[in-house]
């Protein structure tokens, strides 16, 4: 057992005792590439989604020198007929970039040979009879090694883009590497020979160069693509119901705090690490500033391309916004316009991404709680004012203040959509979610409830064991309030409330851009209670 040769299987161990979800049905898909042309699978997902558990789990399954039956007969790779054919019969090679990072005292000069040097003293002081002392090449000295009847062996790389994000704008290095990855992976009949399977995880994808990705090799999965990988992103809707069941905590608020990636394999995805920290701390709360992305955030949400603020504050007021996410270079220096700011998040776990619709967004309210402290600054101002009178506006909404809720819904409504569409229905939908921002901390905020015969644009479901109103919120543009509460009545919105026993407020809003024929960009508000 060594560092990077052969590591064992005590890491996965370790996770097995501790709160885990079964995730090994992955192995079922590497097997399946094994004895395949080109057997090399790229994994790329946020922190907190486990990619060093991934790791762990694959290090321990393959590796020939450590006998992982026990750990694995009860999961669901058990049940694949590859299970016993692939189990402990490969060396396996593991490493983690940012580990030798950490060692390179603040340059990335000797990362690369590094890596190369330690692999190849384990290799050379396990196989010695095999490889020559003087052997320098990584590649030949794996075919030494498989050609002396020896099992071919299993690379398992965590955080591979590691070099990219520590040394952004070292250009040179990152060639380097990416030549040394290709030393081991590109050449036909060395891996062919030699390497059984190949899984890369990271934040980023494979480096693109223009549109051609500089590990062709390889077979990427990504937040932005999972394909058939989607359920292993995170945990799925099913896993967290038996988490919540099994620790007895509330799936509604577990779902609230943080789903809301979705893919076309696997409709609903939540971040791992928060709802294990949740289960673990009995409290739902914002566990993404813990990670060390979350101070970068506000360096790309204050990038200064054409439409990404706007972009920013649409998604903040509940919008989802299109975005094309194939310019992307796959590094965080190379943006050409905003949209490449978004990819990046996408890919840093920061937006979600509807690949159907080519849509952004902000999946959940832990990631909304981030980008609200993300935001604070001269640069977000306007935002920032919005949010703080928010409570106001609450307060003035359930004591029936109307006159009060207009004023505020003036303030942010011009305070947040000042640099966009300010005369569009979706400004005044978003102004009304900003404007309301602290609400979620009482309410489940729900656009476009459905009931009755149609649609509120709002509905504000108290939270179990908060003593507030129900509240119905219709909007109306250039009409008048009053008409949507006749609209709430007409359509009946308040049936699909029969469960609810509480009070229930019917508000309706309008903005009225001229009104009495001037440019007074007006709003009005009626409040009935029910």
Partial sequence: MGLYLNPGNEGFAEIRRDIYVDKTGLIAYINDLIGKPKPLVSFSRPRRFGKSYTANMLCAYYDRN????VLFEDLEIAKSDSFEIMMNQFHVISFDVTGFIAESRDTGTNVISEIKNSILRELKDSFHECIDEEERNLGKALYAVVSKGNAKFVFVIDEWDALFREFKDDKKLQKDYILFLRSIFKNKDLTSKTIAAAYMTGILPIKKYGTESALSDFKEFSMADPLILSEY????????QILCGRYHISFDEMKLWYDGYSFEDAESVYSPNSVINAIKFKKFRNYWTQTETFESLK???GENYDGLKDAIILMLGGQRVK?????????????????DVLTLLIHLGYLAYDQLKEEAYIPNREVAEVFRVSTKGSKWKEVERAISQAE???EATIHCDSAAVSRSLELVHEECTSALKY???NSLACAIYIGYYTARNYYLLIREFPSGKGFADYAFIPRKGVDKPAMIVELKWNRDADTAIRQIHDNRYNGVLKEYFGNLLLVGINYDREAKGKDSKKHSCVIERV
Avoid: A, H, M, P
């Fill in 323 to 339: 975005i094309d996410i194939n310019t992307f270079q796959n590094d965080i220096t190379s943006f050409e316009n905003k949209d």
């Fill in 66 to 69: 450590c006998d992982s039956r």
């Fill in 233 to 240: 992103v995170g945990f799925t809707e099913s896993d967290v």
């Fill in 423 to 425: 005369n569009d229905e």
């Fill in 299 to 301: 360096r790309y949400i």
């Fill in 392 to 394: 106001d506006l609450l």
